[in-house]
Nanobody, 126 residues
Framework: QVQFVESGGGLVQTGGSLRLSCVAS????????IGWFRQAPGKEREGVAC????????YYADSVKGRFTISRDNAKKTAYLQMDSLKPEDTAVYYC??????WGSGSWNINGMDYWGIGTLVTVSS
């Protein structure tokens, strides 16, 4: 299938860290911006981070700025999300997809486009 495959989720205590990975399957993501998204139970999906295809510029939602770091390795067709200082409100299923990003209402708005994976569950215990 042509999609991203996410991994690295799990159960962690408040203040802990996790590193998520997503590997492109069936396509080459080099020319796409890649975004990480999350959806908590009963809530809308939220774009949390995006990395551009050309110069590696990084964009973050205010909710994760300073705690999460996105990166990519095109040779491995993989994007990463390093999550530090985790909080219970970070609990969600995390997905990656190709993405666009724009500035509006005082923050970066990260929008998912294509090649969605099935996600990986992150649970932060209090």
């Amino acid at each position: 299938q042509v999609q991203f495959v996410e991994s690295g989720g799990g159960l962690v205590q408040t203040g802990g860290s996790l590193r998520l990975s997503c590997v492109a399957s069936g396509f080459t993501p080099d020319n796409y911006a890649i975004g990480w998204f999350r959806q908590a139970p009963g809530k809308e999906r939220e774009g949390v981070a995006c990395i551009s295809s050309r110069d590696g510029s990084e964009y973050y939602a205010d909710s994760v700025k300073g705690r999460f770091t996105i990166s990519r390795d095109n040779a491995k067709k993989t994007a990463y999300l390093q999550m530090d200082s985790l909080k219970p409100e970070d609990t969600a299923v995390y997905y990656c997809a190709t993405a666009t990003v724009g500035w509006g209402s005082g923050s970066w708005n990260i929008n998912g486009m294509d090649y969605w994976g099935i996600g990986t569950l992150v649970t932060v215990s209090s």
